[in-house]
């Protein structure tokens, strides 16, 4: 049995023109490919296939939260994500997908798999640095904030401005040679 079976769009029975197909997804889609980043999911993905005579286009949009821990603090929360992208499909001999933005399917196909595309399209919109919004506002308190806070450097001496570096460091022998200057 297919475990992606049900993000499989048949497009054979369709007529010419825009087709909407809409998917939930949680943590058992991610669980087919092995990807266990996230503690809980919920996005909902749209997606729009247009039809044409001699291809097709598909435009994936997701909006939805995915439950990740801090970067700083370890902490759980609920990080919300959006995206969207475009996949054109064409057809040929074989199956081609070294494209991101083209797929090509072998005549005669009559459907298409877009869980992959789901799937790299939801984990490329979530930010490399995932804070928890509490750190931002200041509103979260933990043991590891306490700590950072304790660690941080409290005041920074302050360096001199460049002007005052370059007087400090001038030879005196060049006050000499400035008085000749002056004295004409």
């Known amino acids: 049995m297919n475990k ?3 993000y499989l769009i048949p497009f054979v029975g369709l007529k010419l023109g825009k087709h909407q197909f809409e998917f939930q997804i949680n943590n058992a889609f991610f669980k ?6 996230f503690q809980n999911s919920n996005i909902k993905v749209n997606v729009v296939l247009e039809k044409k005579n001699n291809m097709l286009e598909l435009s994936f949009k997701h909006s939805g939260t995915v439950n990740v ?7 759980d929360f609920d990080l919300p994500i959006k995206g ?3 996949l054109i499909v064409r057809f040929g001999e074989t199956y081609n997908n070294d494209n991101e933005d083209l797929l090509i399917l072998p005549f005669g196909e009559f459907e298409i798999d877009v869980s992959q595309s789901i799937y790299e399209m939801i984990v490329l919109s979530v930010p490399l640095r995932r804070v928890h919004p509490g750190v931002k506002d200041g509103s979260l ?3 590891a904030l306490t700590k950072l806070k304790e660690l941080t ?3 920074q001496k302050k360096e001199p401005k460049k002007e005052e ?3 400090e460091n001038i030879d005196p022998r060049w006050d000499k040679l400035k008085q000749l200057l002056t004295d004409k």
Not at 69 to 75: G, R
């Open 165 to 167: 570096q370059k007087e």
């Open 84 to 86: 969207k992208m475009k």
């Open 141 to 143: 308190n933990t043991e």
């Open 32 to 37: 087919i490919f092995d990807y266990d980043e």
């Open 69 to 75: 821990p801090c970067d700083l603090t370890n902490e």
């Open 4 to 6: 992606t079976k049900e």
């Open 153 to 155: 450097i409290k005041e």
